[in-house]
């Protein structure tokens, strides 16, 4: 007598992502270096854990605890409910050879040299600064907060099984639809998800649906490796698997191309033997046509999506002020996290759990080609007094953006409030164009006139402002 299992088949599939901004894993501790080291596997190597994967996609899908049979990440109620059918393995890095980093220490202590220019960058990692915040969510009053993240560009290979079978469990279309999310562009992973980090890429994704009855399938799932740097011959090509035109059918898409009138300084916060002050500057990883990975020979520029978001949310806030007649002769006006319009679509902070909210805006961080730099001279103020030090001076290395082009890509759910939704839309895009017309300068030094951009907004592919 033999016992026959619900579980009739496996649905398998291989994936390869990319890094399209750099991306904050946690570790929950902390070293000397950071407050928050990017997490590590055995090689020192960055990688992004299971249940990371399974924990965005699970909250990107809609699932939650409620009673759902059909429910691929499982449920659990008064009643009962059942585990994941889902098993994610760990996303382990693509190294410089292309392969998968993954085994027994022995058989890769050898493949990773860390005085290659590759690795030692991965030993190097970039660290954000950013204001401290406490329990609540808000700014303290002292003190700041580090993070460091891994680079644009890094790849890592995860992969996912799910069983299914009769009625009840979740079907291979379930799983096809959890793959296709991958692909969705308010998709984030990692801390800082609405502060420009954890956007990915899908490069590659394969996929296979196993039927355990026929004999074939039964070996070739029996003989299967554990190894992500074994490729298996009968996991194939999905070509269906990327995003379609429906994957964001609630989101908006905001797209800023920006010109810059002269001089802009997105600032790092040190200096140089040239300077006192120098733009913002990574490292990023590229490929090749072999798939084979290098650091990019010189830095690229980094525009914080954190800086643009600031502007932008100031200006909303003016501009919704305005719409609902708050205007500064009867004090009403509302400014910061207070006013609607920021705290429906930036988040709001508080002294109280349930006064906390959370963005709805997906941005990210822009890496390109670093222009022409010049060094501009300043009276040195004293920051005790606010005045002009005698003999001396300032120094700040601009960037020149003259004849460059830079395209800023936001996602916004159609509806971001249950109240006066239009009115705040509105704002939101009226502060969008006030960039476009080079009202709403971005960066720093904006006092000194820097910062001044023209240029270009569409929504939804459809052009809503031209500067001429």
């Not at 960066?443 to 402002?465: A, H, P, Q, S």
């Amino acid at each position: 007598m033999t016992n026959k299992t619900k579980y009739t088949h496996r649905a398998i599939a291989r994936v390869i992502i990319e890094a399209a901004s750099p991306i904050a894993i946690g570790t929950g501790e902390k070293n000397i270096l950071t407050d928050s080291p990017v997490a590590t596997d055995i090689y020192g190597l960055p990688y992004i854990p299971g249940s990371s994967l399974a924990g965005v996609l699970r909250h990107a899908l809609g699932y939650s605890d409620e009673n759902n049979a059909q429910n691929p990440f499982g449920y659990q109620d008064s009643k009962g409910g059942h585990g994941s059918y889902l098993i994610f393995s760990d996303a382990v890095m693509i190294g410089k050879d292309g392969k998968a980093m993954d085994g027994l220490m022995d058989e890769l202590k050898n493949d990773i040299d860390w005085d290659n220019d590759f690795y030692k960058a991965l030993r190097e990692l970039p660290i954000r600064q950013h204001a401290n915040l406490n329990d609540f969510g808000t700014v303290s009053d002292t003190g700041k907060f580090d993070n460091a993240v891994a680079l644009k560009g890094t790849r890592f290979v995860f992969e996912v099984e799910m069983p299914f079978g009769d009625e009840g469990t979740p079907s291979f279309d379930d799983f096809k639809d959890m793959l296709r999310k991958l692909s969705s562009k308010t998709l984030r992973i990692g801390s800082g998800a609405h502060n420009g980090l954890g956007e990915l890429e899908v490069i590659k994704c394969q996929c296979v649906n196993l039927d355990l009855s026929q004999p074939d399938d039964l070996e070739a799932y029996l003989n299967k490796s554990s190894k992500l740097s074994v490729n298996d011959p009968f996991i194939k090509d999905a070509k269906d698997f990327k995003e379609t035109d429906d994957t964001n059918t609630q989101a908006m898409h905001y797209e800023l191309t920006l010109h810059p009138d002269s001089f802009f300084l997105f600032g790092s916060g040190v200096g140089d033997d040239e300077a006192d002050m120098t733009p913002a500057t990574e490292n990023i990883i590229i490929w090749d046509a072999n798939d084979k990975p290098s650091i990019k020979e010189e830095r690229q520029l980094l525009i914080p999506a954190t800086s643009i978001k600031g502007a932008i949310a100031h200006r909303t806030a003016y501009h919704y002020n305005r719409l609902t007649k708050r205007f500064a002769e009867t004090k009403t006006g509302k400014t910061g996290d207070e006013n609607e319009a920021v705290s429906a679509i930036f988040g709001r902070g508080g002294d109280k759990p349930e006064e906390i909210k959370a963005g709805k805006i997906f941005m990210s961080d822009l890496l390109e080609e670093k222009p022409e730099e010049t060094v501009l001279n300043h009276v040195a103020i004293d920051r005790f007094t606010g005045g002009a030090i005698d003999g001396a001076l300032f120094q700040e290395k601009v960037s020149v953006g003259i004849g460059k082009k830079y395209t800023i890509h936001i996602y916004l759910p159609e509806k971001v409030s249950d109240e006066d939704n239009d009115k705040i839309i509105e704002a939101f895009e009226a502060a969008l164009k006030d960039i476009c017309r080079g009202l709403l300068p971005l960066g720093g030094g904006v006092n000194r006139g820097n910062g001044m951009f023209t240029g270009t907004l569409t929504k939804n592919d459809k052009e809503i402002y031209s500067y001429e």
